[in-house]
């Protein structure tokens, strides 16, 4: 197995595929407003997968002797010497480097934008944050979410600077309470290690019954804000609003799969289910502008 591909392991590189369409969504409705540009759809696919790669890197630094003690993730690369500190922090640094160098992608333009450049030290910092928040607050799931809200929020900032926020600030809340919510819905897997580990999580605080609610919760308002988003973007309309309503079976069906009594399908809940949600409002999107 060669290093590349353990690296690319490590990250679950696969799962970019969570984020990315948001950013892309969000982009879309900022093209039918700016001219489209080669350079900032690349410069948007650079950013999205070295941001991503550099933070689950980093995370995986932070947490390796937490993964080390956890029967679940004592087989990951760090804490099974498959991969060593010294690759993945050489991994890290060169991924931060190239988020930030790709962020100089949007100034080639007739009126360059210098957002992305000001912001990616930032957008950086924020997302390795979250790597210690569970050491503190049981609300270390939101910071996630929080920090996966930035794709769309960045997406749109790397093309139209700051002017006409609203829909992306709505496509970042949905983000941001769906990627609470699924990973709620995961961390019910670990509520014993984590108590045990005098770790914080919404499961281990309130146990797994009460925190499936509070995941339901989250993809509630997801749907609440995506329904906002409708009604607050003139590109949207009932193509949009009709595909929502696929968008929440698949949501109630992950809640279905994953029981208080029965936590062996929250992979599947994770992995699959998320990921077509993820695409499928992308593809949406693409063709409600398409027949519009």
């Excluded at 949905?174 to 014993?192: E, K, P, R």
């Excluded at 499936?212 to 988003?229: D, K, Q, R, S, T």
């Amino acid at each position: 197995m060669t290093l590349t591909r353990r690296l690319l392991e490590m990250i679950r590189f696969s799962h970019t595929l969570f984020a990315l369409p948001f950013a892309l969504l969000s982009a879309a409705l900022a093209w039918s407003r700016e001219p489209f540009r080669w350079l900032d759809l690349v410069g948007i696919l650079l950013c999205m997968v070295f941001a991503r790669s550099a933070a689950m890197a980093f995370n995986r630094l932070a947490d390796r002797r937490i993964d080390a003690l956890n029967p679940r993730t004592a087989s990951r690369h760090l804490p099974a010497g498959t991969l060593s500190i010294t690759a993945v922090v050489l991994f890290t640094l060169l991924c931060s480097l190239a988020f930030v160098a790709s962020t100089l992608l949007f100034l080639v333009r007739p009126e360059p934008n210098y957002w992305p450049l000001i912001l990616s030290g930032s957008v950086l910092l924020f997302t390795y944050l979250y790597s210690f928040t569970k050491r503190f607050t049981a609300l270390a799931h939101f910071w996630l979410g929080a920090s996966l809200m930035l794709a769309p929020l960045s997406a749109w900032i790397a093309i139209r600077g700051m002017s006409d926020l609203v829909a992306p600030l709505l496509i970042g809340g949905a983000v941001f309470f769906w990627v609470a919510g699924f990973d709620i819905l995961y961390a019910c897997q670990d509520v014993d290690f984590d108590r045990q580990a005098e770790l914080h999580s919404i499961p281990a605080q309130l146990g797994v019954r009460a925190s499936l609610w509070v995941a339901f919760a989250c993809h509630a308002l997801m749907l609440g804000l995506l329904v906002a988003l409708y009604l607050a973007t003139p590109e949207l309309s009932l193509v949009f609003l009709a595909g929502l309503i696929a968008v929440g079976l698949l949501l109630a069906y992950e809640h279905w799969l994953v029981r208080p009594d029965d936590l062996t399908r929250v992979n599947r809940a994770f992995f699959q289910v998320n990921a077509v949600v993820s695409v499928g409002l992308f593809v949406l999107v693409l063709v409600q502008l398409a027949v519009r």
